[in-house]
């Protein structure tokens, strides 16, 4: 090779060489920028969704809320009622696929105590063997259950004895508790014992949307103490097999002041705050029952054997509400929603940072205790805020968990749309849209999302 033509090779390859170097070092820059957008979760995150028996599985005809759907139908959005709901009773094959199709690794469901027990100590077999089923549909996906034994609904024969007032109904429901354990206990680790047993408490006898329909604080006291006894009776009786947790789905809402700078505003919004967030979180772990709200309510008894039967904290999280004072009103305090946040279809405010607020409490509170997001979720019929709803509020989680908190898992409201108490069928919490007239299921972006999130047990955050 002539000398020239060394001279010129030599620069061509020594400029390639660097260039090869530059586009590395781009290669490599961009892929740490990429991962950098990467919020990974613990290796063992539990991802789940969650849906009530009553909401979507149709015919729950021995039932209180059927009968309240039939005899007050003016209680419910448009005079609706459950009726066949999504017709999930029939089609647990074909839900269980969509739970697999998301990639989830966990489920809340509820088994339906009226179906359970249609008549007082009189057990349907066939019942028993449906759910019997449907665990057997979920292992075959690899699938854990968290079950749910009451979630809003009972009997009408523990109704009409009086439900949650009869100083016998702790025992009523134990009875359900002792049959559903024998006979499905084995094939559950994860129980959680009552949804959200304050708003079950509220919508019955303080503000009458749901049944009974009493409006009176003085009532609220025996349901309040017998459902913590029957939770205390039912945990005992659930760690007889002793892989079980056992919990309660407690819903926390963050209660600020309408007007941040008004002292009776701050001092009614902690009030209500400690009645509703705290009251029975704090009597599971002391054994003490208080519950106080100014001018309506004043409750103290000790109960020891309330205490420490919580083997993990249940989070139910969606909004936030503020107290507002109107001093010439017959009531002087009112809840209202913050009208200037983005906002669901049922106008609750958007506010993912409550959830982080609640979790640091929750862990400052309970220490010891892991934590499991049992729902979040927002009503959007256009699905148009969900996913940022999602991956918001997971920030917030991921957050938590980064500063040390023990949150080890977080349930989706809701797999499929459903028929959602007062409000009828009008909202839309599902990942999964559901036609009413033909049941067919159609999976929405966000359900895609979601998907993603947990086949990556990560979340992608979009460059600025």
Same mark, same amino acid.
């Given at each position: +090779?002539?000398?020239?033509?060394?001279?010129?090779?030599?620069?061509?390859v020594?400029?390639?060489?660097? %260039?090869?170097?530059?586009?590395?070092?781009?290669?490599?820059?961009?892929?740490?920028?990429?991962?950098?957008?990467?919020?990974?979760?613990?290796r063992?995150?539990?991802?789940?969704?969650?849906?009530?028996?009553?909401?979507?599985?149709?015919?729950?005809?021995?039932?209180?809320?059927?009968e309240?759907e039939?005899?007050?139908?003016?209680?419910?959005k448009?005079?609706?009622?459950?009726?066949?709901a999504?017709?999930h009773?029939?089609?647990?094959? /074909?839900?269980?696929?969509?739970?697999?199709?998301?990639?989830?690794?966990?489920?809340?469901?509820?088994?339906?105590?009226?179906?359970?027990?249609?008549e007082?100590?009189?057990?349907?077999?066939?019942?028993?063997?449906?759910?019997k089923?449907?665990?057997?549909?979920?292992?075959?996906?690899?699938?854990?259950?968290?079950?749910?034994?009451?979630? !809003?609904? %009972?009997?009408?024969?523990?109704a009409?004895?009086?439900?949650?007032?009869?100083?016998?109904?702790?025992?009523k429901?134990?009875n359900f508790?002792?049959?559903?354990?024998?006979?499905?206990g084995?094939?559950?680790?994860?129980w959680?014992?009552?949804?959200?047993? +304050?708003?079950?408490?509220?919508?019955?006898?303080?503000?009458g949307?749901?049944?009974?329909?009493?409006?009176?604080?003085?009532?609220?006291?025996?349901?309040?103490?017998?459902?913590?006894?029957?939770?205390?009776?039912?945990?005992? /009786?659930?760690?007889?097999?002793?892989?079980?947790l056992?919990?309660?789905?407690?819903h926390? &809402?963050?209660?600020?002041?309408?007007n941040?700078?008004?002292?009776? /505003?701050?001092? +009614?919004?902690?009030?209500?705050?400690?009645?509703?967030?705290?009251?029975?979180?704090?009597?599971?772990?002391?054994?003490?029952?208080?519950?106080y709200?100014?001018?309506?309510?004043?409750?103290?008894?000790?109960?020891?054997?309330?205490?420490?039967?919580?083997?993990?904290?249940g989070?139910?999280?969606?909004?936030?509400?503020?107290?507002? !004072?109107?001093?010439l009103?017959?009531?002087? !305090?009112?809840?209202?929603?913050?009208?200037k946040s983005?906002?669901?279809?049922?106008?609750?405010?958007?506010?993912p940072?409550?959830l982080?607020?609640?979790?640091?409490?929750?862990?400052?509170?309970?220490?010891?205790?892991?934590?499991y997001?049992?729902?979040?979720?927002?009503?959007?019929?256009?699905?148009?805020? &969900?996913?940022?709803?999602?991956?918001?509020h997971?920030?917030?989680?991921? &957050?938590?968990?980064?500063?040390?908190i023990?949150?080890?898992?977080?349930c989706h409201?809701?797999?499929?749309?459903?028929?959602?108490?007062?409000?009828?069928?009008?909202?839309r919490?599902?990942?999964?849209?559901?036609?009413?007239?033909? !049941?067919?299921?159609?999976?929405?972006e966000?359900?895609?999302?979601?998907k993603?999130?947990?086949?990556?047990?990560?979340l992608?955050?979009?460059?600025?």
């Amino acid at each position: +090779m002539k000398k020239k033509s060394i001279l010129i090779i030599i620069p061509i390859v020594l400029f390639s060489l660097c %260039s090869y170097g530059v586009e590395l070092d781009l290669i490599k820059k961009k892929y740490n920028n990429e991962s950098s957008k990467i919020l990974h979760f613990p290796r063992n995150f539990k991802w789940c969704v969650a849906t009530a028996a009553h909401q979507i599985e149709g015919g729950n005809e021995n039932n209180d809320w059927w009968e309240w759907e039939h005899i007050r139908p003016s209680k419910i959005k448009n005079e609706e009622n459950s009726g066949l709901a999504t017709d999930h009773w029939n089609r647990v094959p /074909e839900d269980t696929k969509l739970l697999n199709d998301l990639g989830v690794k966990q489920y809340r469901f509820s088994i339906e105590w009226s179906r359970i027990e249609p008549e007082e100590g009189v057990f349907n077999l066939e019942a028993i063997n449906h759910y019997k089923n449907e665990l057997n549909e979920l292992r075959k996906y690899g699938i854990a259950p968290m079950v749910t034994l009451h979630h !809003f609904t %009972s009997p009408l024969w523990f109704a009409k004895m009086g439900g949650w007032s009869n100083a016998d109904s702790p025992n009523k429901f134990l009875n359900f508790v002792k049959f559903v354990n024998q006979k499905l206990g084995k094939n559950i680790e994860q129980w959680i014992t009552f949804n959200e047993p +304050m708003v079950m408490i509220g919508g019955g006898y303080v503000t009458g949307v749901f049944p009974p329909g009493i409006k009176d604080w003085n009532q609220t006291i025996l349901p309040l103490r017998n459902i913590l006894i029957a939770h205390s009776l039912a945990y005992k /009786e659930l760690h007889k097999n002793k892989k079980a947790l056992v919990g309660i789905a407690h819903h926390l &809402r963050i209660m600020d002041a309408y007007n941040k700078f008004n002292p009776i /505003e701050c001092f +009614m919004a902690k009030k209500l705050s400690l009645a509703f967030n705290w009251t029975f979180l704090n009597a599971l772990k002391t054994g003490k029952i208080s519950l106080y709200i100014p001018t309506k309510i004043e409750y103290v008894e000790e109960i020891p054997q309330l205490k420490d039967t919580q083997d993990f904290i249940g989070v139910n999280y969606y909004t936030r509400d503020l107290v507002k !004072f109107n001093p010439l009103s017959k009531e002087p !305090f009112t809840v209202v929603a913050n009208n200037k946040s983005p906002a669901s279809d049922l106008h609750w405010e958007i506010y993912p940072e409550g959830l982080y607020s609640i979790l640091k409490e929750v862990n400052k509170k309970f220490k010891k205790l892991p934590i499991y997001i049992t729902e979040n979720g927002i009503a959007d019929h256009s699905d148009s805020l &969900r996913s940022n709803f999602l991956k918001t509020h997971l920030q917030k989680i991921y &957050r938590a968990i980064n500063e040390g908190i023990n949150v080890q898992g977080y349930c989706h409201w809701s797999l499929i749309d459903n028929f959602e108490w007062a409000e009828g069928f009008t909202p839309r919490f599902g990942l999964y849209e559901v036609d009413y007239k033909s !049941f067919k299921r159609t999976p929405r972006e966000s359900a895609l999302l979601y998907k993603e999130i947990i086949a990556k047990n990560g979340l992608f955050l979009e460059p600025k």
